[in-house]
RNA sequence: CGGGGCGUAGCUCAGCUUGGUAGAGCGCUCGGUUUGGGUCCGAGAGGUCGUCAGUUCAAAUCUGGCCGCCCCGACCA
């Protein structure tokens, strides 16, 4: 490619509004341009980089016997109410078309897998099946942001793996797991797998590849010893402290103005470890509406924090808000000043009387302070299950830096990160809910266990931007550069430019990917461009080295420059680049 | 959806407080100059100041609505 003919050009400076060094540099450097919030073009040089890194997945998939196709965006209603995601997916991106037809752009595609597996497979004789496709993915995401980071229109490498059981599946996993990391590390993008939450995509478990990184939008738990990670979603960690071996009497004491635990905590004189917070929310259960959820009590010791998706799924799925004053007083609580103690504990989510869902940490410890559900009041010496009833108690607490490993007992940490890839192991959840069968040796109906498997190609391509780049621009990595050689002449005569004019032939015929700069344009701009475009190999053609026949060859990552003879260009830069 | 910021030339921004003929740098066009790290000089083109309404003799500037964009939160295969 001649940069003189290039659609688009680079700009000295990015738009104020891109925040990421991975949304500035791709800007300025030309491979994307806006459009609207979340939705981008991929200009010449970025839509290179997207072709690469396709290869790159295409390869990986099929090395796991993937069979590639293409599915459409434009799903009818019908297969998404089928699944029941028509009104729970609230990402769903909904059109109305002539008479009464409604359709969904896709976000995803197990509907459309399901409905093909449905139709295609039969027997056990037709199983196992791995496809895949790379196609566009469209989500009303709700707040787009980081440049490509979260896009409302994107394109994903997404894969569905159907298997005639559990076994098959958990068989099967792994190598799909295995693919993910050949595909990242092929790509320059070390990644670590952790145990996620499943969330709206449904099924049983999920392993979520990310990235650290500070500006990322996952909160993932490390332990500092041990391998232990996962989403701070599913987090687990060890609630320190013991019972107490000598329970105190129940209590009551004023505590005037202490709404907040670090008030009553400082007013009674114990640490807030010794305190139990009462949160309320609203739950409403999945499928239902509003009207028909009902309160839930949340107790936690009061040094933790209730994490809603854990809460959520303690509670079997749906949905939480925070509950209003009004709801929590006709429970009989008092906000601010509220506990499980005198309350009419429902036993079970479809029995009356107040659901109290207790986090684990309310047995590590004892003695604590609790509300008196009155105001101004408080009570000491509490103890479970002494003093006060639970519906539940399940872990609802979220993990944090500090707290201790599940597996080693060393500390953990919160870290942020990107989210580059999940795999999930659906199980039976779509195909239970369309009766996707086949008819296994016995001639008995059984239901096709799915896996899905995502990596956003744009998200990834704008990780890869995120670690490797310098202050002066991109530093593709060879793996998935848009060009392998930046070729471009400095200087007056004419000489240096018919050289690389000679070079742009020779080396394209010796099947190098060349972009030529051929601007009659000050050396400094050129070298400036290449910096920023970030291609590894720049040869550069000059009047002095023309003269003894060399020109200089320099990679992107590296300082050095070396002066390499004519006519051994081609055979300098294979040898280079296959080592 | 809540909080904050912003909207003036293709890009970065000044002008707005205190209303009175719309500016700079970069980029672009033309001429010259320079030629190994975004040269320099000169001449140009380019803007219904996001939009609608209000106040006023007069609005980029003051007031209100709407739209758009960015960040934090909520949410999030």
Known sequence: M??????????????????????????????????????????????????????????????????????PN??????????????????????????NREYAISPTHEEVVTDLALREISSYRDLPQMVYHISKKFRDEPRARGGLLRLREFIMKDAYSLDTSEAALDEFYPKMVQAYFNIFNRCGVPVIAINADVGAMGGKTSQEFVVPHPQGEDTFIACTNCDYAANVEAAEFVREGEKPAELMPLQKV????????????????????????AVFYWWTPSGKSEKDGRLVFGLVRGDLEVNDVKFINALGGGSLRAATEAEIQAAGAVPGYASAIGLDVAPALDKPGVYVLADTSIEAGGNFVVGANETGYHYTGANYPRDFNVSQIADIAQADTGHKCPHCGHPIEARRAIEAGHCFKLGTRYSAATNATYLDENGEPQLIYMGSYGIGLDRLMA????????????????????????????????????????????????????LYDDREASAGVKFKDADLIGIPWRVTVGERGVAEGKVEVKRRDQKDRVMVPLDELITYLHTAAST
């Open 2 to 71: 001649r940069l003189s003919k290039a659609f688009g050009k680079t700009l000295r400076e990015a738009p104020s509004d891109a925040d990421m060094i991975s949304h500035q540099l791709l800007i300025r450097a030309n491979f994307v341009r806006p459009l609207a919030a979340g939705i981008y073009t991929f200009m010449p040089f970025g839509y290179r980089v997207i072709r690469k890194i396709w290869k790159i997945m295409s390869e990986e998939m099929d090395a796991i016997g993937g069979q590639e196709m293409w599915m």
């Open 74 to 99: 434009l799903h009818p209603a019908s297969i998404w109410q089928a699944t029941g995601r028509w009104h729970t997916v609230d990402v769903l991106m909904k059109v109305k078309a002539s008479g």
């Open 254 to 277: 004023a505590t005037p103005d202490c709404k907040t635990i670090a008030d009553v905590a400082a007013y009674v004189g114990v640490p807030t470890s010794q305190t139990i917070k």
């Open 463 to 514: 990780i890869i931007v995120e670690l490797h780049h310098d202050e002066d621009g991109i530093i593709w990595p060879d793996s998935v550069a848009p060009y392998q050689v930046h070729l471009l002449h400095v200087g007056k005569g004419d000489r240096a430019r018919e050289t690389a004019e000679s070079l742009y032939t020779s080396l394209q015929n010796a099947g190098f990917e060349v």
